[in-house]
């Protein structure tokens, strides 16, 4: 094979290495090590396929629960995430309304990772590494309650519930077929939403109406 590309890789491991050695591990390794444990996959790859939707996890600035062992004042996660894009120079996705830098910062740092796993054949998610969707499903509430209980879970910078944890889950293992479809229920309940409404709307109209013939007819006699 190619000495040097095999030496970068040793060297790139051992780099990583150092860097969790000193900051710790959170919940994309939790859940890797459960996952790949249940369908026999190899850790790398398992965290990898993790990461983007840990990514986006650990972001949010209005978490349920902050991290107990990271100590942090305030969520720090998506300023972090948007350091590493801004330091390698990574071109920024369309501006959408209500997105700040940092948050495009963080969205090309995701988007930088699946170009790699696209250069380097990794799949995107469990569903196209060829693991068996009713086995998974079967498995769900297991593995998030295990991914609960791992060691690294404390140390992740956003504490998950374990429901939150059964989220990513299913976000890892459908991959962009899950974001299509919550797009698509979301817009079924925003109809529904407002089918509701308008069915209310006429109920109160005719509740009204019927109340008004009721007091005219009480008034004539």
Known sequence: GNSKAREAVHTGAT??????????LGICHSLA??????FHLPHGMTCGIFLPHVIRYNSSLTPTRMGI??????????KRYARIA????????????????????KEAFITKL????????????????????????????????KAFDDQCTPANP?????????EILKQ????AEYWNEEVQRENKLALSSSEEVMTADTESQTTMETSESFVMGDLSD
């Not at 801004?86 to 910062?105: D, V, W």
């Not at 250069?119 to 969707?133: H, I, L, Q, W, Y």
């Open 15 to 24: 780099l990583a290495g150092l860097a969790f050695s000193n900051s710790f």
């Open 33 to 38: 090590h459960k996952f790949g444990a249940a």
């Open 69 to 78: 062992y990271p100590g942090y004042d305030y969520p720090k996660a998506l």
């Open 86 to 105: 801004e330091y390698l120079n990574l071109p920024l996705p369309a501006e959408q309304e209500g997105a700040t830098m940092e948050e495009r910062r």
């Open 114 to 145: 699946y170009d790699m796993y696209t250069a380097m054949n990794v799949p995107k998610s469990f569903k196209e590494a060829g693991c068996d969707e009713d086995k998974f499903l079967s498995l769900i509430d297991e593995l998030a309650l």
């Open 158 to 166: 956003r504490f998950p519930l374990v429901e939150e944890l059964k």
């Open 172 to 175: 890892a293992f459908y991959g």
